[in-house]
């Protein structure tokens, strides 16, 4: 079955930019999506349809997907973006596959 | 402003089934334009998809857990259920349920989550 894989963690200093990867075969055919997930909080959509930000979503959040890899950007990132960060998209051998999750630390 | 609520048993013991309801409010769940989904997260572990369902009662389900569930609509209430049998201790999760915008075209689809509910911790324990 498809898999999506994303690097454990991710660390970096307020008003730097943060990227998270997320890789799968032939990712760019697929529509990628992003959500965000606080500690104890259930998760939020940044980023669907590999770059479009839902109503609400700050400006700092993007998406881009190229062959195998889609890349989450912030830009500038903030204390309060300290997050999990899943991946998502849909393959027809499971329908809906989430990845594993990156830990976004803000030093 | 769209709600989902999760509600059921927190307590479910091994082998029995497990069932949850989501009840919508602020919109419809006859909406066409939007299928409704539950995801689960094991505690300290990533989310895992559990299944969709059309109003119409159109269903997918991930194909490790199709055996085990079933989802269901009640449109006149709102309101979506999971059950999923022969629970075990792998089930034990904080369960979501969610509605999942998105299309189809090209061979391809896009599928989002753009609502979720607040979660409810199902323990499988005796």
């Known amino acids: 079955s498809y898999e999506l894989t994303q690097p454990p963690s991710v660390s970096v200093s307020p008003g730097q930019t943060a990227s998270f990867t997320c890789s799968g075969d032939?990712?760019?055919?697929?529509?990628v999506s992003w959500y965000q997930q606080k500690p104890g909080q259930s998760p939020v959509l940044v980023i669907y349809?590999?770059?479009k930000r839902p109503s609400g979503i700050p400006e700092r959040f993007s998406g881009s997907t190229s062959g195998n890899t889609a890349t989450l950007t912030i830009s500038g990132t903030q204390a309060i973006d300290e997050a999990d960060y899943y991946c998502?998209?849909?393959?027809?051998?499971?329908?809906?596959?989430f990845g594993g999750g990156t830990k976004l630390t803000v030093l | 402003q769209l709600l989902l609520q999760e509600s059921g048993p927190g307590l479910v013991k091994p082998s029995e089934t497990l069932s949850l309801t989501c009840t919508v409010s602020?919109?419809?769940?006859?909406?066409?334009?939007?299928?409704w989904g539950w995801i689960r997260q094991p505690p300290g572990k990533g989310l895992e998809w559990v299944g969709s369902?059309?109003?119409?009662?159109?269903?997918y389900y991930n194909p490790s857990l199709e055996s085990r569930v079933t989802l269901s609509v009640d449109t006149s209430k709102n309101q979506f259920s999971l059950r999923l049998s022969s629970v075990t201790a792998a089930d034990t999760a904080v369960y979501y349920c969610?509605?999942?915008?998105?299309?189809?075209?090209?061979?391809?689809?896009?599928?989002?989550?753009?609502?979720w509910g607040q979660g409810t911790l199902v323990t499988v324990s005796t």
């Open positions: 602020g919109g419809s769940i006859s909406n066409t334009a939007y299928f």
């Open positions: 349809q590999h770059s």
């Open positions: 969610a509605r999942r915008g998105g299309f189809c075209s090209g061979g391809s689809c896009s599928f989002h989550f753009d609502s």
């Open positions: 369902i059309f109003y119409s009662a159109t269903t």
């Open positions: 998502q998209a849909w393959d027809s051998s499971i329908y809906v596959v």
């Open positions: 032939k990712l760019v055919r697929k529509f």
